[in-house]
């Protein structure tokens, strides 16, 4: 199946760059392009592309705030956000938005099409460390916002143990298949877990699956 991309930058350069990278992939087609957050919207009204590149700073709208009315919509597009670093103050409010992973803007052709095809598949594209330093300077500042206590007994009271266990692993950058090693069960009953675990705590993805660990300290950075 061929997987649909919508590629949101302000770059004229790095529309082009990405959309010759991405078409010349057997199994990737670039659907169209935005050179704002408001086209961008538009866009995946329009287009319904399966992942959307979604640059942060750009003019009209940024991309914060297109991914949160593409969320919002209730669309299936996933984002994946590009930066040009990876502690970008705003990658995390991205993240908390909504999109399911970033990507650095000097990524190679196959680290792209790798990106974009996990997205496509319901992963969270977000390395361990990486994770864990964004947490880290976002505790550090103080401004990573927390969930209530009300919130979090509400929702972390619904999972079981081993779903909690499941959901700490999910944060700390694990795959699935790499999860059922962990606990030496079959990876499709791990995919089970994490469905159940979206359902329970009302989330979209593996990404917020994660970034709701952290918030609710389930996991700490480290």
Do not use: C
């Amino acid at each position: 199946m061929t997987i649909r991309v919508l590629i949101a930058d302000d770059q004229m350069m790095v529309r082009e760059g990405f959309s010759v990278l991405l078409n010349a992939m057997p199994d990737i087609e670039v659907v169209g392009e935005a050179v704002n957050g408001r086209e961008a919207v538009e866009r995946v009204r329009e287009l319904a592309p399966d992942v959307v590149l979604m640059d942060i700073r750009m003019p009209e709208m940024n991309g914060i705030e297109a991914t949160r009315e593409i969320v919002a919509a209730g669309v299936d597009s996933k984002v994946l956000v590009l930066t040009t670093f990876d502690l970008d103050e705003y990658v995390y409010q991205a993240l908390r938005a909504g999109a399911s992973g970033f990507l650095l803007k000097d990524a190679s052709a196959r680290q792209l099409a790798d990106g974009v095809k996990v997205v496509a598949a319901g992963e969270a594209l977000l390395a361990p460390s990486v994770t864990r330093r964004l947490i880290t300077e976002f505790s550090r500042l103080g401004e990573t916002p927390r969930l209530s206590a009300t919130v979090q007994a509400q929702q972390y009271g619904e999972l079981t143990e081993r779903e909690t266990e499941v959901l700490v692993l999910i944060a700390q950058g694990l795959s699935n298949s790499e999860i059922a090693s962990r606990l030496v069960v079959a990876e499709s009953t791990i995919k089970t877990h994490v469905s159940r675990i979206l359902v329970k705590l009302g989330l979209r993805d593996r990404t917020q699956a994660a970034v709701f660990a952290y918030e609710a300290r389930l996991v700490t950075p480290g």
